[in-house]
Nanobody
Framework: QLQLVESGGGQVQSGGSLTLSCTGS????????IGWFRRQAPGKEREGDS???????????YYAEIVKGRFTISRDNAKNTVYLQMHNLQPEDAAVYFC???????????????????WGQGTQVYVSS
């Protein structure tokens, strides 16, 4: 099973930018669809922001409407890493961001957490107004 570690969270002012990284350890990182989810409060459901598909699916990308035009997802399979560039961050983007991996089945769009079997520990993003 793939193990994932997120990094890059922090605090920014409204309109600022951050880049999150998700690094995986395990075999064939390129076989996994990697998604980014946010959780805005403890106990609240995780919401899928973006996903980059496996090499089998030609690395296709998906963005939720709330992040389209502001976030960009990319992957570097040689480094076992997926990046989420976040621009024009707003206070409502403040959340714990998790990356997650799925393989062996078609994931649903919009993203559903239940489709992803491996999760990182999360990285906190704060956005001040």
């Amino acid at each position: 099973q793939l193990q994932l570690v997120e990094s890059g969270g922090g605090q920014v002012q409204s309109g600022g930018s951050l880049t999150l990284s998700c690094t995986g350890s395990g075999l064939r990182f390129d076989y996994y669809d990697i998604g980014w989810f946010r959780r805005q409060a403890p106990g609240k459901e995780r919401e899928g922001d973006s996903c980059v598909m496996s090499s089998i699916n030609n690395g296709a990308t998906y963005y939720a409407e709330i992040v389209k035009g502001r976030f960009t997802i990319s992957r570097d399979n040689a480094k076992n890493t997926v990046y989420l560039q976040m621009h024009n961050l707003q206070p409502e983007d403040a959340a714990v961001y998790f990356c997650a991996a799925a393989a062996g089945h078609r994931i649903q769009i919009p993203l559903h957490p239940a489709d992803f079997g491996s999760w990182g520990q999360g990285t906190q993003v704060y956005v001040s107004s």
